[in-house]
């Protein structure tokens, strides 16, 4: 890579400048001289330049025209600029600079000084990309790290319990299915459009992280819960608000941890304020909430329990659609009818053996 000869056009209407240029730069660097603006913007649609070294004083477009273009322009926005005068303001260099010019140099052009300041600014243009795909690359290597715990954390919540196997992994899917379709009806669009979408989907696994807490005895009994144990079991919503409060105390603001934080304390709240652990009411509930809501008790009915057998697909999209405007919110429920069929397809590919039926489902919703 260090082998690649740097590529620099000089935009000049002084023919003397040109030739100096050329010649002093030449031998180490791919030059290309333009008379004009217009003609620079020509030369850009076949070489992408290193540096452009541009002179403010030019007949039809000057400098800053130019270099106002250039900065429009999301293509060559990046592109470094010095400028080239032959005038000695304070004004103008100020002008330059607010434009987004890099550097200033005075001509006459001294060779000497010509080759020191482009091999400087090139090499700091390198240092930067170097540090950006650093960065990216350490944005990455935490992103994966992150996942990474994510998953172990997710799987140590569902090693509790066997049977629930896939929970977590299936609400995933089923909640990414009605994130689509908010898009496509354009509906929460201006709230959904200011979420990182990996961020949300992934914190979504979380929602049952405050479960660790709750003791076997409960979590595993085979049967239904007493009025005790079930209030006991619906305290698993604020587990996991602490814990998930407890690591944002050693983490600087992080989106995933807030997406993870709503998801486990509202997925159990009711369009109706009859849920828990906040009884919050209608868009009181954050959308993150609303929509797991619906993916956790379509999973929770689908799935083999220790109290339950597994409902069918129809059974359980017929409950959910019964819930409308009392456990579910209504625009998410008519989102749902609409693309239950996906939520079939995920929970079939899925299915495990039933067990013994029991007619009491309450616990689950």
Same mark, same amino acid.
């Given at each position: 890579?260090?082998?690649?000869?740097?590529?620099?056009?000089?935009?000049?209407?002084?023919?003397?400048?040109?030739?100096?240029?050329?010649?002093?730069?030449?031998?180490?660097?791919?030059?290309?001289?333009?008379?004009?603006?217009?003609?620079?913007?020509?030369?850009?649609?076949?070489?992408?330049?290193?540096?452009?070294?541009?002179?403010?004083?030019?007949?039809?477009?000057?400098?800053?025209?130019? @270099? !106002?273009?250039?900065?429009?322009?999301?293509?060559?926005?990046?592109?470094?600029?010095? +400028?080239? #005068?032959? =005038? /000695?303001? &304070?004004?103008?260099?100020?002008?330059?600079?607010?434009?987004?010019?890099?550097?200033?140099?005075?001509?006459?052009?001294?060779?000497?000084?010509?080759?020191?300041?482009?091999?400087?600014?090139?090499?700091?243009?390198?240092?930067?990309?170097?540090?950006?795909?650093?960065?990216?690359?350490?944005?990455?290597?935490?992103?994966?790290?992150?996942?990474?715990?994510?998953?172990?954390?997710?799987?140590?919540?569902?090693?509790?319990?066997?049977?629930?196997?896939?929970?977590?992994?299936?609400?995933?899917?089923?909640?990414?299915?009605?994130?689509?379709?908010?898009?496509?009806?354009?509906?929460?669009?201006?709230?959904?459009?200011?979420?990182?979408?990996?961020?949300?989907?992934?914190?979504?696994?979380?929602?049952?992280?405050?479960?660790?807490? @709750? !003791?076997?005895?409960?979590?595993?009994?085979?049967?239904?819960?007493?009025?005790?144990? +079930?209030? #006991?079991? =619906? /305290?698993? &919503?604020?587990?996991?608000?602490?814990?998930?409060?407890?690591?944002?105390?050693?983490?600087?603001?992080?989106?995933?941890?807030?997406?993870?934080?709503?998801?486990?304390?509202?997925?159990?709240?009711?369009?109706?304020?009859?849920?828990?652990?906040?009884?919050?009411?209608?868009?009181?509930?954050?959308?993150?909430?609303?929509?797991?809501?619906?993916?956790?008790?379509?999973?929770?009915?689908?799935?083999?329990?220790?109290?339950?057998?597994?409902?069918?697909?129809?059974?359980?999209?017929?409950?959910?659609?019964?819930?409308?405007?009392?456990?579910?919110?209504?625009?998410?429920?008519?989102?749902?009818?609409?693309?239950?069929?996906?939520?079939?397809?995920?929970?079939?590919?899925?299915?495990?053996?039933?067990?013994?039926?029991?007619?009491?489902?309450?616990?689950?919703?």
């Amino acid at each position: 890579m260090e082998n690649i000869r740097k590529k620099i056009v000089l935009v000049d209407d002084n023919i003397t400048t040109l030739t100096l240029g050329s010649f002093t730069l030449g031998e180490k660097y791919d030059i290309f001289t333009v008379p004009s603006g217009e003609k620079l913007f020509m030369l850009l649609k076949r070489v992408f330049p290193d540096l452009i070294l541009l002179d403010i004083d030019m007949p039809g477009m000057d400098g800053y025209e130019v @270099i !106002k273009r250039l900065k429009a322009d999301t293509i060559t926005t990046d592109i470094p600029v010095i +400028f080239l #005068t032959g =005038k /000695n303001d &304070t004004g103008s260099e100020l002008e330059g600079l607010t434009l987004g010019a890099i550097d200033y140099i005075s001509k006459p052009l001294s060779p000497p000084l010509l080759l020191k300041r482009i091999e400087l600014h090139l090499l700091v243009e390198s240092q930067k990309k170097e540090l950006l795909f650093y960065n990216s690359s350490l944005t990455k290597t935490v992103l994966d790290m992150q996942n990474s715990v994510l998953k172990t954390v997710a799987d140590l919540v569902e090693s509790r319990d066997e049977i629930t196997g896939g929970h977590v992994e299936r609400t995933r899917m089923y909640l990414e299915i009605l994130l689509d379709a908010l898009i496509a009806q354009k509906i929460h669009l201006e709230e959904i459009q200011s979420w990182d979408r990996d961020f949300l989907l992934q914190s979504s696994q979380l929602h049952d992280l405050g479960k660790i807490h @709750i !003791k076997d005895d409960i979590l595993l009994k085979p049967g239904k819960l007493t009025d005790d144990e +079930f209030n #006991t079991m =619906k /305290n698993h &919503t604020l587990f996991g608000v602490k814990i998930i409060d407890e690591i944002e105390r050693h983490t600087p603001e992080n989106s995933f941890l807030e997406h993870a934080k709503i998801f486990a304390g509202t997925h159990h709240e009711k369009w109706d304020g009859t849920g828990y652990p906040y009884g919050l009411l209608g868009e009181n509930i954050p959308l993150q909430g609303r929509l797991m809501a619906i993916a956790d008790v379509y999973d929770a009915l689908i799935s083999t329990r220790p109290y339950k057998a597994p409902l069918t697909h129809e059974e359980a999209a017929n409950i959910i659609m019964k819930g409308t405007g009392t456990h579910f919110d209504p625009v998410l429920t008519e989102l749902f009818a609409g693309v239950s069929g996906e939520f079939s397809e995920i929970s079939q590919s899925w299915k495990k053996e039933g067990r013994p039926e029991i007619a009491d489902y309450t616990a689950v919703v």
